[in-house]
């Protein structure tokens, strides 16, 4: 019984150590990609189309929360820079998918989008609660968000 609270009090020290470290890498490994166009407007500068739908996408972020409860995403960062797919689905040809998406924007610029093949088919609007309806498309379906120092929350259902 000692041994196993001793390993228990080991794994978790571990855990937060390795936590710690991974938190430093990102804050001073890589770099956000600065806000060039004010605090007003919340359209890209530097990350083209052609990264968000790219197949390779890369970010960093510092306070990010995730969570997931049955079919509701909640996603918040104090601060992200890159491309990062939130979600994605296998979309049928004849299938009507439907999505209430709500983005508030608090800093830097930002643009959360649909990708299906290669393309952005549909951007959600920011600083608003929308009804998304995807159709007429197959194969994978990602929800892409694309961020210049953003400040950001996200609900999906």
Do not use: P, W
């Amino acid at each position: 019984m000692k041994k196993r609270r001793i390993l228990s009090a080991y794994i978790a020290v571990l855990l937060i150590a390795l936590t710690n470290v991974s938190v430093l890498c990102s804050c001073f490994l890589f770099k956000h990609i600065e806000d060039t166009n004010g605090e007003e407007d919340f359209s890209l500068c530097s990350i083209t189309e052609e990264q968000i739908y790219s197949n390779s996408t890369s970010h960093v972020e510092i306070g990010a929360v995730s969570i997931r409860k049955g079919n509701v995403l909640n996603y918040s960062v104090k601060k992200f820079s890159g491309v990062k797919t939130l979600t994605k689905f296998t979309a049928g040809a004849s299938n009507i998918y439907a999505f209430t998406i709500s983005v508030a924007a608090a800093a830097g610029n930002l643009r959360v989008c649909f990708i299906n093949n290669g393309a952005i088919i549909y951007d959600v609007k920011i600083g608003a609660v929308e009804l998304v309806k995807i159709s007429d498309v197959s194969g994978t379906c990602e929800l892409r968000v694309a961020g210049e120092s953003a400040a950001f929350s996200i609900t999906i259902s």
